[in-house]
């Protein structure tokens, strides 16, 4: 079946500009996590959604991100005033995520491929 | 912040085994134990996740130590194409990727 998608692949906005990345997760997956990665750096947790439930957003960086999940699918991560420090792969990551008490296999993240965004 | 601890980085010779220490000293009864890894220029993939037991899959195998407080990711012929960082996450819900291993293979 499909994997997990992204848009746009590759983002290129001047300072300043706000910019929005979309996230389309496993249909089915009720569990998405968007995180960042600088170049030659580890992934850095963003937010994570879990259902119906108030998503885990203590990773976002400064109140410049936002990001939001319409119909438990469907995400989008946005940046507004972007800055050259925010330029990053942005990924996104779906699972099936039966809150607790599931199999270990409930768990397992499906990596999209990455949007690479890039702020001049 | 990671609640998981692991080398920065390893290496190791093509074709001898490999193993990949971490430690989750925080980890609590009902979490399972899953490792990542992620290629140069790709996403991170799923590697194996265990509980209590030890497991074995095609790519790999996980030993989990007895107090659950560490694990080691066994790869049993290493190759070149296993040079990646690897990651090792000790939390269900709340999956916070750390650092990993670097791991070099060397032909």
């Known amino acids: 079946g499909a994997g997990v998608s992204q848009s746009p692949s590759n983002k290129v906005t001047e300072k300043g500009k706000d910019v929005e990345l979309r996230c389309d997760p496993i249909s089915g997956h009720t569990a998405l996590y968007w995180y960042r990665q600088s170049l030659g750096q580890g992934l850095e947790f963003l937010i994570y959604f879990q259902g119906n439930s108030a998503p885990d957003k203590s990773g976002l960086p400064s109140d410049r991100f936002s990001a939001e999940r319409t119909g438990g699918s469907v995400s989008t991560l946005t940046i507004q005033r972007t800055q050259q420090e925010d330029s990053a792969v942005y990924l996104c990551?779906?699972?099936?995520?039966?809150?607790?008490?599931?199999?270990?296999?409930?768990?397992?993240?499906?990596f999209g491929p990455g949007t690479r965004l890039t702020v001049t | 912040d990671a609640k998981t601890t692991q080398p920065n980085s390893m290496e190791s010779n093509e074709e001898e085994p490999v193993h990949l220490p971490c430690n989750h000293s925080t980890i609590s009864g009902t979490d399972y134990i899953h490792w990542y890894r992620q290629l140069p220029s790709q996403g991170p993939e799923y590697v194996i996740h265990g509980l209590t037991s030890n497991v074995n899959n095609r790519m790999a195998s996980l030993a989990i130590a007895e107090d659950r407080k560490s694990s080691t990711l066994i790869l049993h012929r290493a190759t070149l194409r296993d040079a990646a960082v690897y990651y090792c996450i000790d939390n269900n819900n709340d999956m916070r990727f750390g650092a990993g291993t670097r791991l070099t293979v060397k032909p």
């Open positions: 990551a779906s699972s099936r995520g039966t809150g607790t008490g599931g199999a270990g296999s409930d768990y397992e993240q499906y």
